[in-house]
């Protein structure tokens, strides 16, 4: 009732207030359930300096399942007349925060004259500490900031690297079913253009415990294929702001080789943050598309800006990591890690199962790097071997 035009009376019995002259639009703002914890949002109307606090709601099923749900936000609902207003989360007495998202979304208009437009509400927001995309990915905080795709997660304490706590993607049902978290909004709008680096260390299990293995090379078989990770980014489906629509993008990290086997195996990739992507009121990465008889446990979880020195301009060309970090393929092809050109203790990559001529290793370069008007000189020892000779 702070901000209505005229005299109120309280209907208890029907659980609602009515103001004379007064019409009212509501408008909500859906967030991240575990970043909502002690969350208020306050509304002020710039024009008479009135604020409101408004506290949020979350459906809470007595079925378990559905509240780690990757759907189930936490909503903030305010129903305002004519006027401007501005909006802000507060967290335990700190202005400007910001929830991971926050995903606007109004309610139809109503049938009277009089209510708050659209562009007349403006979330500000302070950008937080960015040297972590992911939170709690240590599981430190059990399975806090962690939702899942169908399937089911779970908490798996001393699971993890060297007895460290882990989170399980468990109970799946479908090559698709997947574990995730939301990634800050804020810090990927003020990156745009720059590059992430991903990582997560994973072990593939059945229901039994039993560790199992995959081949990172295949694909197209649902039973063979290793996990990889999606995003599902969501965006406003036009200027009403009452509906969405999603955009996906696939095989943004895949396992690095060689895998160890019965151990934890290094799930890797880097990435462009994109226009699609910074325009997005929410971005979900989850780990999927691998067999649904196998569970994975989830340790160590980093989603981090990309090192942007330009010493060398790519990254693990000498190999000396003795594994596949930082090399992707073009197509479908094979890769193996072998014996490299000294034949004493160094590596290679070999690419074989080749199909196309432009099949072979490639990797993301330090495109920012680039200074114009200068040459670069690129060195690299190949062989061209045809049925393995």
Known sequence: ????????????????????????????????????????????????????????????????????????????????????????????????????????????????????????????????????????????DGHKYWHHVKGDIQFLPGKGIAGSNAIGSI????????????????????????????????????????????DPNNLSDKYKSCPVVYLKSERHKDSSKMTYKASYQSGKAKFIQPLESGDFNLLHGVFRISETLGNAESIFLYITRFNKNYEIILDNVSLTL???????????????????????????????????YDGNGDSAIKVSKRTRSWNGPSQNIKVGCFEEGKRYLVKAKLKLEKDDK
Request: aromatic share 12%; proline share 5%.
């Open 1 to 140: 009732t702070t901000f209505a035009n005229g005299p109120c009376t309280d209907l208890s019995e029907q659980c609602l207030t009515f103001c004379e002259n007064t019409c009212l639009r509501t408008v909500n703002f859906d967030v991240e359930r575990d970043a909502a914890e002690n969350l208020t949002l306050h509304v002020h109307n710039i024009g008479d300096n009135k604020t409101i606090d408004v506290y949020g709601n979350i459906d809470v099923n007595s079925n378990m399942y559905w509240n780690r749900y990757y759907t189930t936000y936490r909503r903030f609902s305010a129903s305002l007349p004519a006027g401007q207003y501005s909006a802000e989360f507060h967290q335990e007495g700190i202005p400007a925060v910001f929830p991971i998202f926050a995903r606007e979304l109004w309610e139809p208009e109503p049938q009277c004259l009089g209510h708050v437009a659209i562009e007349d509400v403006s979330l500000s927001f302070s950008v937080p500490n960015c040297d972590n995309f992911i939170k709690n990915g240590d599981m430190e």
């Open 306 to 340: 990309f090192d942007t020195s330009c010493d060398d301009l790519v990254s693990n060309g000498d190999l000396k990591l003795g594994n596949s970090l930082y090399w992707e393929t073009n197509g479908l092809p094979s890769i193996e890690i072998v014996p490299g």
């Open 171 to 214: 109970n799946r049902k479908s090559y698709n079913d997947a574990i995730g978290q939301y990634i800050n909004i804020p810090c990927v709008k003020n990156n745009v253009g720059k590059y992430l680096e991903f990582k997560a260390w994973i072990k593939l299990v059945d229901s039994n415990g039993k560790v199992m293995s995959c």
